[in-house]
């Protein structure tokens, strides 16, 4: 049995399959209004938890936030999963697929079978949605793949429950009951720009939103010395991994912010955000940069190599940028209430 | 980053169908999709991660040929995997993983130990015991 689900590709996962699953239901949103309506661009550096024993950096919310965010925004229902019986996850699943229901679902990158070699690590906050069934085999809508896939029973089974840090625990989403949606609206929009900028400035602990980015900087400038010139390099390659690998990229986020807030400028009837949103696309610019000069490190093929001082100021360059915009963002929009 | 400006680095993702989609602006700073296939930066970034852990693996070819660690140990650094990992994909304990990473206590595994373990791993007994 196949759903008559229509597959777009996407720069992040979890919008992809967020703006493809609204659009089964009759929503047409774009994949940049999904981001910015889902508060999606963030900045987290948390050595405490750790991918291949390195602190995690990351460029977006918690797996299952940005639908969360988007849908109750939209006042739509949804319905999440979460199993401990692998068993019982797939039984769940067939009969959601039965009643005609698209499911989408978090599973780790390691075991995918269609994922070239070089990406399979242990990174288990990939999104797909399951689309449909014939025997064994469940047609999939992977955002970053440009066309549907399949999986089998097994290997299915094997990515839901994928181990390491985050495992998904077979967690998976659908949305539930459309009737009561109501319309992007001005102040939809508005609401979810503000929360972004709280997400951004205002969570009191320094490893999140723009201070996250310092405190990456203030560590980094550390790295050589404490670690030595090897594990330094690795952990610089991690950051880069996860800045610009797909479905995770930073700059590439920012990128979909700056498209978001060119669609929020049409909504909203503000000109402002325009001029915002080339602002954003500076920042991604710098985060491009940043990767760069960072792949030049690795490589160590320049004759006068940058440093690592001199990476952790481009950092500390791309906060204050985007504090900048954010502080903008959020004295034209409303009061930053405390979350 | 402008609509021309989009890297076509391919190298990893040719061969799949995974592409990056890209956001660029056109002439008029209106925001695009375009499909990449790569960048070199990422690349780069990539290539060094898997370089690093093959010369770490070559490391521990070394102390298997010197009958210190066990071909265990290899195919776990090889498969990045690590003994938390294995440990829930295969059911065993981790300090049981970490032992049996030492020849001596490799050796005294059965043959469905060793069944079970490179099912876990997804690879044969045979490549588990040799250093393929």
Redesign the interface.
Known sequence: MQLDFIHK???HCENGVVSNLLRYYGVEMS??MVFGLGSGLFFAHMPFIRL?GMAVTSFRPLPGDIFSRVLSLLNIKIKRYKFRDRERAMRTLDSLLERGIPVGMLVGVY?LP???K??R??FNAHNICVTGKEGDVYTVSDP????K?TLTYDELKLVRFA??TY?PKGRMYHIADVRSKCDVTAETVRRAIVKNCNRMLKIPVPMFGVKGIRFLAWRMRKWEGRMGA?RA??N???I??MN???GT?GA?FR??Y??FL?EASVIMNEPRL?ELS?EM?IA??MW?DF??N??RL??KRDAEPITYDQLADKLVAISQKEEAIFRDLAKGFGPCKQM | ?KVNEVPQDGK??E???????????DEN???K?I?SVG????N???????E?IYEECEEIKKEVLSGEKSPLAYHLHRL?MTP??LS??SGFSKRDIRRWCKAKHFVKLQKEQLEQLACAL?ISVEQLTSLD
């Open positions: 590709p996407s720069g994949e940049a291949h075991h269609y994922f070239p070089e990406y690590f242990h970053v793949v440009v066309d896939c181990s390491g495992p090897k390099a690795l610089l390659a991690q880069v991994r610009e690998e797909i990229g590439g990128f979909i700056a498209a060119q325009r080339a696309t991604g610019d491009r990767s760069y960072a792949a690795i490589k | 980053m990893i993702l061969s799949s169908g995974v592409r990056d989609v890209c956001y660029a602006t700073g209106d925001y999709q499909i960048w070199d930066a990422k780069v970034a990539l290539d060094f991660t898997w690093s990045i938390e990992i829930d994909y997804r």
